[in-house]
T-cell receptor
Framework: EADIYQTPRYLVIGTGKKITLECSQT?????MYWYQQDPGMELHLIHY???????EKGDLSSESTVSRIRTEHFPLTLESARPSHTSQYLC?????????FGPGTRLTVL | QKEVEQNSGPLSVPEGAIASLNCTYS??????FFWYRQYSGKSPELIMS????GDKEDGRFTAQLNKASQYVSLLIRDSQPSDSATYLC????????????FGSGTKLNVKP
């Protein structure tokens, strides 16, 4: 079944740790995205990719980095987590139409 | 001015009524329009897409597009408490072809 997956779903981690949020999709979409969303607030685009070896920063400045080595995989990395990074991180993919979102990773940095 | 504007609500309707959600956009060249439903704590789910003027119906949902007025709406007939969520309008394909803009969402409460 074509879908988009994110792991972990929940992560509680201490300040200064390096973390990688995983995102994979089986729909064969070239375009993938990372959004950040706080509870009850708007979606903010932080990274996107239009294909392998293509990555761009989004509208919201973020200290995270991304890579796109395979079409189906778009991981997001925080080198040194801080409490200000506490948020929900949503991965999405698209082709010609609307975006399809994964279930999200809720990150808490203590 | 935001690219996509929505009333934040909450919009409260009784069970069984028609809920009407509205959205305006600023880029006259926009070509693709989407409605997402987002339950609290969950990710957005694509429920409707519309590309040409007029109405598009899918079950209890009807999307309406008026490009001349730069206006998109979503009607939910026979509203159910399970429809209570935040509804996001999204627009793409305008002046900046690759841009995809989300509205801030309208919170809908359907009262039993």
């Amino acid at each position: 079944e074509a879908d988009i997956y994110q792991t972990p779903r929940y992560l509680v981690i201490g300040t200064g740790k390096k973390i990688t949020l995983e995102c994979s999709q089986t729909m064969g979409h070239d375009k993938m995205y990372w959004y950040q969303q706080d509870p009850g607030m708007e979606l903010h685009l932080i990274h996107y990719s239009y294909g392998v070896n293509s990555t761009e920063k989004g509208d919201l400045s973020s200290e995270s980095t991304v890579s796109r080595i395979r079409t189906e995989h778009f991981p997001l990395t925080l080198e040194s987590a801080r409490p200000s990074h506490t948020s929900q991180y949503l991965c999405a993919s698209s082709e010609l139409g609307g975006k399809f979102f994964g279930p999200g990773t809720r990150l808490t940095v203590l | 001015q935001k690219e996509v504007e929505q009333n934040s609500g909450p919009l409260s309707v009784p069970e069984g009524a028609i809920a009407s959600l509205n959205c305006t956009y600023s880029d006259r060249g926009s070509q693709s329009f989407f409605w997402y439903r987002q339950y609290s704590g969950k990710s957005p789910e694509l429920i409707m897409s519309i590309y040409s003027n007029g109405d598009k119906e899918d079950g209890r949902f009807t999307a309406q597009l008026n490009k001349a007025s730069q206006y998109v709406s979503l009607l939910i007939r026979d509203s159910q408490p399970s429809d209570s969520a935040t509804y996001l309008c999204a627009v793409s394909g305008g002046y900046n072809f690759n841009k995809f803009y989300f509205g801030s969402g309208t919170k809908l409460n359907v009262k039993p």
